[in-house]
C-alpha cells in the first residue's frame, strides 16, 4: 500500500527558505500515471494547491506563489521535495503532500500525507 | 483570478439529506472540470470522497454522491450520519495542470 509521508523542520525564521519533503513508501514516482503535489492549510483556513511535479521533473505551480517555490524530486529515493523561499508569517501552515491521479476525463489528488505543521516565526 | 464557491457552512439533522455545491466566480461547472470532493475532520488529513464529478473513490459509502446540478457542481449526502460532521472541500481542475480548491464547506450534524 502506498503512503506518504512529510517532514522536515516544523520552525523556520521569517524571510528564510522553508524546505520539505515527501516519501513516497511502498511505491515509486517514475509512473507516467501520477503527479506529485503539495497542498498548504493555514490554521483555521482552507485547502490552498501550490504545485505539483511530474516523474520527468517538469513542474506546474500556483500563480499566487510561483516565484517563490521549488519543487524537485528524487526518483532513486522516491522522494520529492518543496521549496518556499522568503516565508512570512502568512506562510504559517500545515503542509500535505499528495499524489495526483491523472488520466483520460481523470484529474484528483487520490492519495495523502498526513501532513507536517511549519510555523514561520519572526 | 477564478474564484471556486462553495457554501461556508450547512446544518442537517441525522437521517436527512444535505447537498453542498461548487460553483465558479464566472462560468458553469461542468464534467469538464473534473469535480472532485474531499473530506477533512478536524486534525486529520482530507479525505477523498468522489472524483471525475461522481465516481466514489474506494470504502467512500453511497450515502455519497456528485453530480451537475444546474452550473454547479454537487456532493450530496443522503442519510446523514454523525461521522460526516466535517468540512467539505471541492476542487475543480482549471486546465493547464492547474487545480483550485474552493473555500470549504463546514457541515454541521444535529
Known amino acids: 500500500q502506498v503512503q506518504l509521508q512529510e517532514s522536515g523542520p516544523g520552525l523556520v525564521k521569517s524571510s528564510e527558505t522553508l524546505s520539505l519533503t515527501c516519501t513516497v513508501s511502498?511505491?515509486?514516482?517514475?509512473?507516467?500515471?501520477?503527479?506529485w503535489s503539495w497542498i498548504r492549510q493555514p490554521p483555521g483556513k482552507g485547502l490552498e494547491w501550490i504545485g505539483y511535479i511530474s516523474n520527468s521533473g517538469s513542474t506546474n505551480y500556483n500563480p499566487s506563489l510561483k516565484s517563490r517555490v521549488t519543487i524537485s524530486i528524487d526518483t532513486s529515493k522516491t522522494q520529492f521535495s518543496l521549496k518556499l523561499t522568503s516565508v512570512t508569517a502568512a506562510d504559517t501552515a500545515m503542509f500535505y503532500c499528495a499524489r495526483i491521479l491523472s488520466g483520460r476525463l481523470v484529474w484528483y489528488f487520490d492519495l495523502w500525507g498526513r501532513g507536517t505543521l511549519v510555523t514561520v516565526s519572526s | 483570478q477564478t474564484v471556486v464557491t462553495q457554501e461556508p457552512s450547512f446544518s442537517v439533522s441525522p437521517g436527512g439529506t444535505v447537498t453542498l455545491t461548487c460553483g465558479l466566480s464566472s462560468g458553469s461547472v461542468s464534467t469538464d472540470y473534473y469535480p472532485s470532493w474531499y473530506q477533512q475532520t478536524p486534525g486529520q488529513a482530507p479525505r477523498t470522497l468522489i472524483h471525475?464529478?461522481?465516481t466514489r473513490s474506494s470504502g467512500v459509502p453511497d450515502r455519497f454522491s456528485g453530480s451537475i446540478l444546474g452550473n454547479k457542481a454537487a456532493l450530496t449526502i443522503t442519510g446523514a450520519q454523525a461521522e460526516d460532521e466535517s468540512d467539505y472541500y471541492c476542487?475543480?481542475?482549471?486546465?493547464?495542470?492547474?487545480?483550485?480548491f474552493g473555500g470549504g464547506t463546514k457541515v454541521t450534524v444535529l
Open positions: 511502498g511505491g515509486s514516482v517514475s509512473s507516467q500515471t501520477y503527479y
Open positions: 476542487v475543480l481542475y482549471m486546465g493547464s495542470g492547474v487545480s483550485v
Open positions: 471525475s464529478t461522481n
